[in-house]
């Protein structure tokens, strides 16, 4: 089990405050994975392929293109807001 002090810490740097009995709880939960961590350092690494991103091969872009809508669905879209003002939707104010 990883000493007190270390969970103290970790918790710290996250900015959290911690109660005693979380601090031994995350004492028993971060354990396995540290050591689990300790196992992944010691796996031989040297075959294995460089790679940036190990989904690279999936990481298809598309051609970004506007959609248009119809005047017939903006205007259901409209219609359908709880809130309107000349056509447009209105929303609360994001800025002050």
């Known amino acids: 089990m990883i000493p007190e002090k270390d969970v103290k810490r970790i918790a710290n740097l996250a900015r959290l405050s911690l109660s005693p009995a979380e601090i031994k709880q995350y004492q028993k939960e971060l354990s396995p994975i540290l050591d689990y961590i300790g196992v992944l ?14 989904r690279e091969a999936l990481n298809v872009f598309r051609k970004d293109e506007a959609f248009k809508e119809t005047e017939e669905e903006v205007g259901k879209l409209v219609q359908a807001a709880p809130d309107k003002k000349e056509g447009y939707i209105k929303v609360k104010s994001v800025l002050k």
Do not use: C, E, Q
């Open 41 to 54: 350092k010691k796996a031989d690494i040297t075959k294995a392929d460089v790679t940036s991103h190990p």
